[in-house]
């Protein structure tokens, strides 16, 4: 087993560390394993498992779910998509009807948020490299004509398999919402080979599932992001997922400035509207990309989505030094003592 996520990513589990063991045939519970993927710490917890688990039989079910994680990778990052975006406005792809699917849910999820989530947000990442070594500030008419070729972007499904990118040059970019994808997927396999009870953790989202067997909910606390020591909130679910985007996990300093990894697509510039963003979703492939869009709208604007569209939220922002935290009423709901 590899070590348990670093303090600097965005949700850290008290459930861990508060929980007892207790014993099914020869392994002990709660099991957890780490793993790099996704170019982040990826973490999985089994606490309960129904008989067809028995004995070490459970690290199987794990590995599983683990495979299932780097497949997923595969298809958002280094094949399928990637080869779609190579012959964006010359040819169409083969790219299945798994990631067509992401895809149009990902441009659902972009009309909710008014486009402050953007698919096609590709060629901005790449233009200012946040957390690159090529990271630069731009000038004002390649940002400009960056957005425009956003604007210009089209996806189109041709049939349940096959698709095509346009125009030239255009790219899209699912590392807002492939990481949640991934967490769902791999509890989705855990379930389906007999886990009853258990949590993934992708660097600052995770989804829970079934009921720990001492009946306690799951205790989730979310980052300060101002201070690894400290906690902002610490709340208490049963099922679900949350996720949290933060101007600390990856930045640039350029030119004296803290530039963010996550993008205002109105600006074509890094968001400047929050320091962090959680959100609590049924699926963590929904919470992932809503905890980007709401950065991106900031506390005021992002909490008064998130009530519009159901779904708890916390957001914080910061001015002159001083932070600012704004959270819906039914995330307060959440908060325990
Ligand atoms: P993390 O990957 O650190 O959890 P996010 O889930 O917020 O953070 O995703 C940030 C990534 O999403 C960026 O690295 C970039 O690839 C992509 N991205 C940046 N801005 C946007 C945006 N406005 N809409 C959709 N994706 C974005
Ligand atoms: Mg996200």
Redesign the pocket.
Known sequence: MKTFPSRST?LLLLALSLLGTFAVGCTRYPVTETLSLM??EVSITVQDVDERLKGRLVYAAIDSAFVEIERIEDLCKWNELSKLNGYAGYKDYQIGSELIRLINH?YDI?AKTE?????D??P??DLWG??TDQARIPNLLEIDYTIELMNSTTFTPLDSVNARLDPSRAKL?????A??YAVDRACEVLMDLGVKAGMVW????LRVFGAKPDGSPWRIAVRHPRDPEKYLRVIEIREGAV????DY??FSELEGGRYC?????WEGA??RASIS?TVVMETCMDA??Y???L??LGPTEGTQLADYLGFPALMADEEGGKMHVVETESFKSLVSE
């Open positions: 965005g170019g982040t990902a972009s486009g402050a989530f953007r698919p947000t590709g901005l990442v946040i957390g970019e699912l590392g807002a919402i990481k949640g992708a660097g600052g989202d996720a949290t985007s933060g996990e990856r990894h996550i993008m205002d697509p890094p968001s963003s992932d990309a905890a980007t869009a950065f991106v």
